[in-house]
């Protein structure tokens, strides 16, 4: 059994613990609430943007624009979201093993090929895909410090382009879509080429979009002019979803460690009750033993 200081020092311990998962459960609360609400407003937008395009291009069945070209598979970009700080459960851990399951089950000869690119925006994704033995391409940490779609678009435009001039035939995303502080869903999507809408509408919803909307000066010159910017949009709300979703792991996880350390507090301190106690009675003993044998 711990003797009385030993005991004391582990209450210290895991009480100062619980001081720091308390402030970082409150500082990631507030950064939650904060992007909670961009990513609430930015939602309808690019929703209400990707139906607008959609019915547009439901009118139009010779589409002539570059983000609709379907080629062979040759080689893959893999974009991975995660996160550059640790400390949020299995948030950076989920995301990895989806990219590597969707890797292995639909791009297994692309990969041992080498023609699978992955790309890491987060430190702590590209540390779990690097001890599974995956080369990492490239990385863009920076993008996650200082979250902005100022800043993000020139990396989002060199993925367009990387796709437009042929260097890759497919790009997909894998990140953390938010649906609440305790849940977050691992989402894979496909982000270019773009599904040709006119192939799979019927010709009453085609007939439907032709008097949805009026447009001017055309549909063309709009669908090559909104393109690329739903895109950017597009790519940065994952990259927003990404970043809610790990401040709601984050806070989550540190509700539970300090749930956690105030459990542990509460049974150390019944452990040196205990001994404390325990110790009391034996000094005791030993005092009535003494008093005895110095009577006789």
Do not use: W
């Amino acid at each position: 059994m711990a003797n009385l200081k030993e005991i004391r020092t582990r209450i210290g311990s895991v009480s100062s613990t619980k001081q720091i998962t308390s402030a970082m459960k409150m500082v990631s609360a507030a950064r939650l609430r904060k992007a909670q609400d961009a990513i609430i407003m930015m939602r309808p937008y690019v929703y209400k943007l990707h139906d607008i395009l959609q019915h547009c291009q439901m009118c139009m069945p010779n589409v002539e624009t570059p983000f609709y070209a379907h080629r062979d598979v040759k080689k893959v970009l893999m974009v991975v979201i995660g996160s550059n700080r640790g400390l949020c459960g299995p948030f950076n851990i989920n995301v990895s093993k989806k990219a590597i399951d969707v890797i292995t089950k639909s791009y297994g000869r692309t990969h041992e090929k080498g023609m699978t690119d992955l790309y890491c925006i987060g430190r702590k994704a590209e540390d779990f895909l690097k001890a599974k033995g995956f080369k990492i391409e490239k990385t863009r940490h920076d993008l996650l410090e200082e979250l902005s779609f100022t800043t993000a678009n020139p990396f989002i435009e060199s993925l367009l382009e990387s796709f437009t001039n042929g260097t890759y035939d497919r790009i997909e995303l894998v990140y953390n879509q938010f649906k609440n502080a305790a849940v977050q869903i691992v989402t894979h999507d496909v982000f270019l080429p773009l599904p040709v809408p006119s192939e799979f509408c019927t010709p009453e919803e085609i007939d439907i979009a032709l008097h949805s909307y009026i447009i001017e000066p055309s549909r063309d010159i709009l669908v090559e002019r909104l393109m690329p910017n739903f895109l950017k949009t597009e790519f940065y709300k994952a990259l927003l979803e990404s970043a809610t979703s790990e401040f709601g792991a984050r806070m989550t996880s540190m509700h539970k460690a300090s749930d956690n350390a105030e459990q542990l507090i509460k049974e150390l301190r019944m452990e040196y009750n205990k001994v404390r106690q325990s110790s009391i009675t034996n000094e005791i003993i030993e005092i009535v033993g003494g008093a005895e044998a110095l009577n006789k």
